[in-house]
């Protein structure tokens, strides 16, 4: 009898020994040891962006096409100079100058001249303002960005040819690209209309100028 009494305390005590607090302690999760958490600071790429002049002067000069109507498509050159009002509005001078081919009647009367050399010297000039459309970005590749915009732009001038002056609204888009804090690179396409009754009655012309250029900021 005292033997099996002995054998149920000892069966109690190794009981009580695997069931102690220290046991509960061990697996209790709000007291689980746990690894510290890594942050990784992400790779930061550095980038050069160009600081923009204050200057609001742009000259430039350009070099191009024009097709004026009845006399064929020939090369124009010129210059520009704008003051810009705001980042977006500017006000722009521009004079070109081409030299006019023969109309179809002249090569097919076999000599018959409606101008003289002299006269065939087409120039214009015309004030005009511009406004910026879709002002953004423009990417060469992965590595470069440059500012830029596209430009409506609308104005009125004067275009001699023909020993005569005749008054002359111009109206077209224009992009530009600023390489750097004082260069920039223009891409122009412009109607410039008129009326004109050289061949005999009045007409109203559009004459069509497509023309690049670069400009300095000063």
């Not at 990784?40 to 550095?46: A, G, L, M, S």
């Not at 521009?94 to 030299?99: C, I, K, N, P, S």
């Not at 004030?127 to 609308?154: C, D, H, Q, T």
Request: glycine share 12%; aromatic share 12%.
């Amino acid at each position: 009898m005292e033997s099996r009494i002995q054998r149920i305390f000892l069966v109690l005590a190794v009981g009580a020994a695997w069931v102690s607090p220290g046991a509960f302690a061990a697996t209790d999760p709000n007291e689980l040891e746990l690894e510290p958490l890594v942050v990784r600071e992400p790779e930061r790429r550095k980038v050069d962006v160009d600081k923009l002049d204050k200057e609001n002067f742009e000259f430039g000069v350009l070099a191009g096409l024009m097709s004026v109507e009845d006399f064929g498509t020939n090369t124009v050159v010129g210059a520009r100079v704008a003051y810009h009002v705001t980042e977006d509005f500017f006000v722009e001078g521009q004079y070109g100058r081409t030299t006019l081919g023969e109309t179809s009647f002249e090569r097919l009367s076999g000599g018959a001249q409606i101008l003289t050399d002299d006269e065939r010297d087409m120039t214009y000039y015309n004030v005009s303002v511009g406004y910026n459309i879709f002002p953004g970005e423009s990417f060469l590749g992965r590595g470069l960005a440059f500012k830029g915009g596209l430009y409506v732009v609308a104005g009125v001038g004067s275009t001699n040819f023909g020993g005569d002056d005749r008054f002359t609204i111009n109206a077209g888009v224009v992009y530009r690209l600023i390489a750097t804090d004082w260069l920039a690179f223009h891409i122009d396409v412009r109607d410039h209309v008129f009326e004109t009754d050289l061949l005999g009655s009045r007409e109203t012309k559009h004459n069509i100028e497509f023309s690049g250029g670069l400009t300095l900021f000063f």
